[in-house]
Nanobody
Framework: QVQLVESGGGLVQAGGSLRLSCAAS????????MGWFRQAPGKEREFVAA????????YYADSVKGRFTISRDNAKNTVYLQMNSLKPEDTAVYHC????????????????WGQGIQVTVSS
């Protein structure tokens, strides 16, 4: 089992920045690729970003490319999502997730999920 806890969400004005953190506990963190997904009210969950177990490979949704950066610190068992130039359409509940293998942009590949954290971007 892997437990994931997100932090760092909140309310920010358009154009602002937030950094989300996801702290992992349980099994060896470095065994897992990590991803961020988000779900806005009335919409399906969508892929945001992912990072390989070593951190050498990163993946982004087109909608966040150039604005968001995913990173990880295996010594701290933590994955981060730096979000810059935020837009109102980025408003959603953000979840981090862990997967052992598979396509990093597909939510069905992920084995463990955090409870989610709200990000609200005002216009």
């Amino acid at each position: 089992q892997v437990q994931l806890v997100e932090s760092g969400g909140g309310l920010v004005q358009a154009g602002g920045s937030l950094r989300l953190s996801c702290a992992a506990s349980g099994r060896t963190f470095s065994n897992y690729a990590m991803g961020w997904f988000r779900q806005a009210p009335g919409k399906e969950r969508e892929f945001v970003a992912a990072i390989s177990w070593s951190g050498s490979n990163t993946y982004y949704a087109d909608s966040v490319k150039g604005r968001f950066t995913i990173s990880r610190d295996n010594a701290k068992n933590t994955v981060y999502l730096q979000m810059n130039s935020l837009k109102p359409e980025d408003t959603a509940v953000y979840h981090c997730a862990a997967c052992e293998s598979g396509k990093p942009s597909k939510d069905y590949e992920y084995d463990y999920w955090g409870q989610g954290i709200q990000v609200t971007v005002s216009s």
